[in-house]
């Protein structure tokens, strides 16, 4: 990236949203220096980037006002951990996560004013390194999610959280609890330490179509509550206990693996074979299909589009840039699913409030490429179905082997849809 970009570009608000622009530790000096001219701006995203060591100390010295930071996945190490504290006087949020950091004692004995600070993913992390986030009496919220920490060790810390909010509650204090993301980040890399243990081939970190079927689906049922404590208990499980639970994982891996590498079957279309895609979510639940449309996303059509094809229990596929959502219709509500949600739970709307549904569509799909743009067509590619009226569709798999042939439906077979 060049640093004399046009950072403008990249504000929403209050915040500056550089993740995945290729910054480098010499463009970070303009953007401290376009910081310092925009004065409004309190939250920094520079995520999915290049920044070494001396970012940390770069940014920590030069930041006046922002108090929210995020350098998730960049290479700030232990020194660029250690400078960051040393200098950082004003930002009290801030996500280390998947920064190739090792060692906690200098964060414990240099912070002066982070209150919530997210570690996950630095995998040489231990317990015995964490144990001394326990030493910091400054940290109200803490993200620890870590393959190489045992859910014992995790069980130990939720104790002890809750043994420090209760003294603290007569304080008011605003201490919450340890926070575990139930995202499917969080969730595939646990499923892969399974997959991994029996000797199975590994799955790639991206399952949005899979897991957002899935979970329309169930909420058709009614059964979401499976779908959610399901998750849980995956991104729960210490990893020496993984194969113990290899009943749920293996139902929970076939559902959305059936539902992610559909293209790998062909389904019976009269008397001939033809082939499946993820948008065919009518094919891939059998349900009626109510509308296929790869439409300009406006809030006037997004509207429409809503008003005039959903109704009780319709189920909703959005997907662009490459990742899909999930959206289901029930009683006075929308229930947006999100695959990356840290809550692993669908954020809910009015019926009548469909801008806000818009906006919530635009930041998961849009705000990762940009704001949207009026010159252009910023496409939209949405798929209505329902439940009510089943569509019955018999699968067959392709010849060839798939990829991960092992944990898909047995081509002998036909295809089982979740139940």
Not at 226 to 242: A, G, N, R
Not at 290 to 300: A, G, S
């Amino acid at each position: 990236m060049q640093s004399h970009i046009d950072f403008s570009m990249y504000v929403n608000e209050h915040t500056l949203d550089l993740s995945h622009k290729n910054l480098n530790d010499h463009d970070l000096t303009a953007v401290m220096k376009f910081l310092f001219y925009h004065p409004n701006i309190d939250s920094v995203d520079l995520s999915f980037n290049q920044l070494g060591p001396s970012a940390g100390k770069l940014f920590a010295q030069a930041n006046r006002l922002v108090t929210r930071l995020s350098f998730y996945s960049n290479n700030l190490g232990d020194e660029g951990l250690r400078d960051f504290c040393q200098y950082n006087s004003v930002v009290k949020k801030v996500d280390f996560s998947s920064n190739n950091i090792t060692c906690l004692s200098a964060f414990v004995a240099l912070n002066k004013c982070i209150t919530y600070a997210d570690f996950s993913w630095n995998s040489a992390i231990t317990d015995n390194e964490a144990k001394k986030l326990f030493q910091d009496g400054l940290l109200r919220k803490l993200n620890i999610t870590n393959l190489n920490l045992s859910y014992r060790f995790l069980n130990t810390l939720h104790a002890f959280n809750q043994v420090r909010a209760s003294k603290e509650e007569s304080t008011g204090s605003t201490f919450t609890n340890l926070e575990i993301k139930y995202s499917q980040n969080t969730l595939l890399k646990k499923i892969n330490i399974y997959l991994a243990q029996a000797s199975r081939d590994l799955i790639s970190i991206g399952y949005c179509s899979g897991i957002t079927a899935l979970w329309l689906y169930k909420m058709a049922e009614g059964k979401e509550d499976w779908f959610y404590d399901t998750v849980k208990k995956i991104v729960h499980c210490d990893v020496d206990d993984l194969l113990d639970m290899h009943m749920d994982i293996e139902k929970f891996l076939a559902h959305i693996e059936w539902a992610q590498n559909v293209t790998e079957y062909h389904y019976r279309n009269g008397t001939t074979l033809a082939p499946a895609s993820q948008q065919a979510l009518d094919k891939i639940l059998e349900v009626e299909k109510v509308i296929h449309q790869r439409k300009d996303f406006t809030p006037e059509s997004f509207k429409y589009l809503l008003s005039r094809y959903t109704h009780e229990g319709s189920m909703i596929r959005l997907s662009a840039h490459h990742h899909a959502i999930g959206v289901y219709r029930r009683g006075l509500y929308f229930y947006c699913f999100d695959s990356n949600y840290h809550s692993g739970k669908p954020t809910v709307y009015l019926q009548s409030d469909s801008l806000a549904l818009f906006k919530e569509v635009n930041r998961i799909l849009y705000a990762k490429h940009g704001p949207l743009n009026p010159n252009r067509m910023n496409y939209l590619t949405l798929v209505i179905v329902r439940k009510d009226r089943p569509h019955p569709t018999r699968f067959f798999k392709q010849p060839q082997k798939g990829a991960n042939e092992c944990i898909a439906p047995s081509p002998q077979y036909e295809a089982v849809i979740p139940k």
